[in-house]
């Protein structure tokens, strides 16, 4: 089974920060990662596809990058409403998800 | 607009059964994968199963033997029958849709609270 680990567990940062969470899978998984946000007693919401791909009505803000084993996702300058937890997910051999990074405000 | 109705949900004691279902709209449902995802309160998400839209199916370890995906196409809806349940499966299930092209999860359900609670 691939596992996913995502760092920091907890990120605190300030609106207008550039933030930067990193995802490390335990063996290639090309490009086939996607990024979600969640916010409290929601359902998870998809904001990168194949590590880089925007989704659809996403803002520019956030993005993707990264092959085989290392993925990060930025968000160039936080605002307001991006505080939640953000989780990783491979679906190059079934799915696996990371165990998840809260962004806090600080 | 693509809809992902969870139903099902409860509480149940540890060894029992549940039945969770799944309406979805919006889209051509027999076309797409579909899959079951959870969390536990306060924890992270788990994926739970799979199943394509012919019928291959793939459970993660913690359920294999337990839990049975299945999906009617005719009626739209998508199900999880779960056995042996134990407290560990407490959480919130979610009914997700694959992406045409790959299997991120491109729509969510709003969930169903299971409870596995003597």
């Known amino acids: 089974d691939i596992q996913m680990t995502q760092s920091p567990s907890t990120l605190s940062a300030s609106v207008g920060d550039r933030v930067t969470i990193t995802c490390r899978a335990s063996q290639s998984i090309s490009s086939w990662l996607a990024w979600y946000q969640q916010k409290p007693g929601k359902a998870p919401k998809v904001l990168i596809y194949k590590a880089s791909s925007l989704e659809n009505g996403v803002p520019s803000r956030f993005s993707g990058s990264g092959s085989g084993t290392e993925f990060t996702l930025t968000i160039s300058s936080l605002q307001p409403d991006d505080f939640a937890t953000y989780y990783c997910?491979?679906?190059?051999?079934?799915?696996?998800f990371g165990q998840g990074t809260r962004l806090e405000i600080k | 607009e693509v809809q992902l109705v969870e139903s099902g949900g409860g509480l149940v004691k540890p060894g029992g059964s549940l039945r969770l279902s799944c309406a979805a709209s919006?889209?051509?449902?027999?076309?797409?994968?579909m899959n079951w995802v959870r969390q536990a309160p306060g924890k992270g998400l788990e994926w739970v199963s799979y199943i394509s839209s012919i019928n291959i199916i793939y459970y993660a370890d913690s359920v294999k033997g337990r839990f049975t995906i299945s999906r009617d196409n005719a009626k739209n809806s998508l199900y999880l029958q779960m056995n042996s349940l134990r407290d560990e499966d407490t959480a919130v299930y979610y009914c997700?849709?694959?992406?045409?092209?790959?299997?991120?999860?491109?729509?969510w359900g709003q969930g169903t609270l299971v409870t596995v609670s003597a």
């Open positions: 997910q491979q679906y190059s051999s079934l799915i696996t």
């Open positions: 997700a849709r694959s992406s045409p092209a790959a299997d991120y999860l491109e729509y």
């Open positions: 919006g889209f051509t449902f027999s076309s797409y994968n």
